[in-house]
């Protein structure tokens, strides 16, 4: 079984790789030209069944991120050093062992849902747990939770948009693929 296996998009799964463009906390692109969204098989049946679900409720899954190379992930640990958002770069990341992604949900028209704050704002208001949102975000991302705790993945405190393999740390760290490169620069 191969380690990665690239993630098309389908019907109910949409693949945004934010760190692809300039849209992203750089500012620049990060990944080279022609990335493409890869997981682990394992992470990918949970991916796939998470789509599944989103769809049945008329919404889509939309894929921000998922395998990272460790060049990239040092790119945003030198940004961004706070363990609460990114991980070391010298202890590695789960998109680096290619059982993470970072996933929003849009209607079925491609508007994405209001989930309180844009991906990778990392302030605590991104954190899943939070009274000063609206009921409509707070709904959001608890239906983004429950579509994503069903197909298997686990979340983490400080991100409405990451999910990983609950048993993540136990897959070894992933060279880099060419299914995704880092940008010169």
Do not use: K
């Not at 894929?63 to 363990?83: E, G, H, S, T």
């Not at 609460?84 to 590695?92: C, E, F, K, L, N």
């Not at 209001?114 to 609206?134: A, C, E, K």
């Not at 239906?143 to 990451?162: C, D, K, N, V, Y």
């Amino acid at each position: 079984m191969p380690d990665l296996i690239e993630i098309p998009a389908t019907d109910g799964l949409r693949i945004a790789l934010v760190y692809a463009t300039s849209g992203n906390l750089t500012g620049r692109p990060v990944y080279a030209p022609g990335a493409r969204c890869a997981l682990r098989p394992a992470a990918a049946d949970c991916l796939f069944r998470a789509a599944r679900a989103a769809r049945r409720a008329g919404l889509c899954l939309v894929v921000y991120d998922a395998y990272r190379p460790a060049a990239a992930q040092a790119v945003f640990w030198r940004m961004l050093p706070d363990p609460r958002y990114v991980a070391d770069a010298a202890q590695g990341s789960n998109h680096t062992r290619g059982v993470a992604v970072d996933v929003t949900l849009t209607d079925a028209d491609g508007a994405p849902l209001d989930m309180g704050t844009d991906f990778d704002d990392m302030r605590d208001q991104s954190h899943h747990d939070r009274d000063d949102l609206p009921p409509a975000a707070q709904r959001n991302r608890h239906l983004l939770l429950g579509i994503m705790l069903q197909a298997g993945f686990r979340s983490i405190p400080t991100e409405w948009w990451h999910y990983e393999l609950p048993d993540a740390r136990e897959y070894a760290l992933l060279p880099e693929s060419d299914m995704v490169r880092v940008a010169a620069g």
